[in-house]
């Protein structure tokens, strides 16, 4: 199944990642009997499974479930893709806005499966350059438009809560395939998803 809800949890890895979240608890200092955490550990558990659902799931098997042919080669632009997702060196949030374009070369594809894709890579551990690479090149690869192009601007919680502790900076990574590469293409992309109201 390429997108798999959420409702089924495997009761091993929770049962297991349970186990280890207790543990982590009581390392921390904190008394895992007490009343309110009681079910904390699976909550948890369940929780942290959630966030990784992405590995379980296959971004190109959902393109390609709601791609049709047009002859429409415009570009198709959908932005403020809001996202959430884990740094894999602290396990801690970084979460902000996807925007992405693609140039049809025959073949559209249902809109709300662009946001879908985006959940798939982010909902595993991860740097954000390399969440707007697997965006990029799953797009490029299945849709083979005859561009596409993803921008992520993004706050991470491990640069505001702890480290450097830097509460207004935004990381933005950009990538571009195809007819993006030109520059007026590209300047056209950058200009429609700057503007308010485009
Ligand atoms: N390039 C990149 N770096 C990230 C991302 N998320 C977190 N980081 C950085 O990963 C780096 C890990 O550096 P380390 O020096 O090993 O970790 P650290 O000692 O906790 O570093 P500080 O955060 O500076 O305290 C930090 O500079 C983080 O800011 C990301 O998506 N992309
Ligand atoms: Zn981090």
Known sequence: MPYRKFEEYNMQVTDDVKNRYKKIIEDLGEDVTRDGLLKTPERASKAMQFLTQGYHQDAAAILKSAMFKESYNEMVIVKDIELYSLCEHHILPFFGKAHIAYIPNGH?????????????????????????????????????????????????????????????????????RGQFEKIETRNEFLKLISDKFS
């Open 108 to 176: 559209i594809v249902g809109l709300s499966k662009i946001p879908r894709v985006v959940d798939i890579f982010a909902r595993r551990l991860q740097v954000q350059e390399r969440l707007t690479e697997q965006i990029l090149d799953c797009i490029n690869d299945t849709l083979k438009p005859q561009g596409v192009a993803v921008v992520i601007e993004a706050a991470h919680m491990c640069m505001m809560m702890r480290g450097v502790q830097k509460q207004n900076s935004v990381t933005t990574t950009s990538g571009f």
